[in-house]
Structure formats: C-alpha cells, structure tokens
C-alpha cells in the first residue's frame, strides 16, 4: 500500500513540474545551466570596454610614476629648473581590436549607421571612445563575444576624416555624440581627434598652447603575456598613457609652438603602453 501511495505521489510531482526557462547559451554573460528551455531575447553577451590610465614619468624619478594632475607643476624635460602646466587634454580612440599570436584582429559585434554633413550617412563599426584624465570609467566599445589567446591590442589614436565630420548633434548614444563638448568640436573643423591645451611656464599671465592633431595614429601594443580569454565574461582593456613621453625633447622656454606642436606630434604613438586584460 505504501508503495502505490510513494508512487502517485511522485507521479503528481511530475504532472506538477514546469520547465524553467532561461538563456542557454554558453557564450552569454548570464547563460544558466539549470534552464530547461531557452528564453526568448533574453541571453545578455559579453562587452569589450577600455580604460586609460593617465601618468607622468618624471626626469628626476625615471623609476616612478604619478596619476597626471591638470594644473599642477611639472618639469620640463630639457631643464628640469623649469615648469609648466598641462591644463586640459582630450582624445579619441577608434576600431580597438584584440590581436591573436597570429595576427588576427577582433573587435566589438556593433555597427551604426552615422549621417554626415554632407546629407550621406555610413554603416561602420560602432568601436569609439572618449579619453580624458577627468573621465574615471572603462569607456564600454560594444558586444565582444570570442574567446582564445590573445597577445596584444591595436587601436586608432584619432578619427578618420570622414568620422570627423559626422553630423553630431544628431547622435545620442555614442561616443561621438559631442555637440556641446567644446573641448571635442568645434563648429568649423568638425571633431577634434587630439586636443591638448598646455601652458609653458606657470606665470600667471602665461597665454595656454592650443593644440590639436587630426592626424590618424595606428597603435599595436603587446601584453607582457598571453591572455586567455574564456566564453561569457566581459573583457577589460586597460592602456596608460605617459605624457613626459610626449613632451621629450622640448625646450618650453625657447621652442616656437610650432616646433612644440611637431614634437608631441612624432612622439604621441610611443607614449601608450598596455597594462592589462581582465575579465569580469
């Protein structure tokens, strides 16, 4: 009697079971293995975002490095009895890929369509990014679903000059969308890829260097090591930038802001490193 009665009460527990939906999809972010049936639209895939860490390698401490300070002091390469300022620097990263041992370059799954100026509009990949000593947050790129080794990073230090005309206040959603960024556009000349404002001594009367850089940089960096990356986890690149690098060479006393321009300018693909590849 206990047998049939064990018996009908396990039949009623399986009339009673509903199968529990979720994604089920392994290379998702939130992929559930408990699921019995897939949901629909609901599987979440992994981002590739990236950081900059903005730092000063002084002459005088060439083994130490400092988080780079808007405003503060700094000694100028040449003469190190002589300072200036950094007041403001701001710059564009696009089509940031992570590269295999051999060659192969991923980036994000995203595109956008981008209405120019001109009255056209272009489908390109939607792999863009912001950088300021002041913007704290990983800049997230898009979805990046693969996994394997990778070696490195390569990436645009600027914009393409079609990017760069873009009709930006039209944008909500990307990077680019920078119409009341006066520091990133400017009315006549469209997005400003590189903007670095400095100050050549620290009188207080001293007139700021505006410099701009519109020119397009390719920029591969190694990892010190191969780093795996497995499905399901988001990836965070982080790159530092050394801006005494950039300023190497330069006599801030005695140097045109010509001659200050074309320096930063041949300087700035030797001034990023990479730090690192985490997943989370």
């Known amino acids: 009697m206990r047998y049939w009665l064990f018996v009908l009460f396990s039949l009623t527990l399986v009339g009673c079971y509903e199968p529990k939906e979720g ?11 408990s ?78 369509w981008l209405p120019l100026l001109g009255g056209d509009s272009i489908y390109v990949e939607n792999n863009y990014s912001k950088h300021d000593r002041d913007i704290f947050q990983a800049a997230k790129l898009g979805t990046f679903n693969s996994s394997g080794e990778f070696t490195g990073v390569k990436f645009t230090l600027g914009l ?22 006066s520091l990133s556009y ?14 050549r001594d ?6 700021p260097i505006d410099l701009v850089f519109t020119q397009e940089r390719q920029i591969s960096l190694p990892f010190g090591q191969t780093v795996f990356v497995d499905k399901g986890f988001k990836v965070k690149v982080t790159l530092r930038l050394d801006y005494m690098t950039l300023f ?23 001034a990023f490193s990479a730090v690192s590849l985490k997943l989370e």
């Open 35 to 112: 699921a019995d049936d897939p949901c629909p639209d609901c599987c979440m895939y992994p981002s590739l975002s990236v950081l900059f860490q903005h730092f000063v390698t002084l002459a005088t401490m060439p083994d130490t490095s400092f988080a780079m300070r808007y405003g503060t002091r700094y000694p100028s390469p040449m003469d190190t009895n002589h300072l200036f300022y950094i007041d403001r620097g701001r710059f564009f990263v696009s089509d940031l890929k992570l590269v295999r041992a051999n060659g192969e370059e991923l980036g994000v799954l995203d595109s956008v």
């Open 186 to 199: 400017n009315e006549m000349a469209g997005i400003m890829p590189v903007h670095l404002i400095l100050r």
């Open 23 to 33: 994604c089920l999809d392994i290379n998702a972010t939130n992929y559930d293995v």
């Open 248 to 270: 190497q060479g330069i006599d801030f006393k005695n140097d045109s802001e010509a001659d200050i321009w074309a320096k930063i300018d041949s300087q700035l693909p030797n």
């Open 160 to 181: 393409s000059p079609t990017i760069r005309q873009v009709w930006v206040d039209t944008l909500k959603t990307t990077a680019l969308a920078v119409e009341n960024d």
């Open 202 to 207: 620290t009188l207080p009367d001293t007139t």
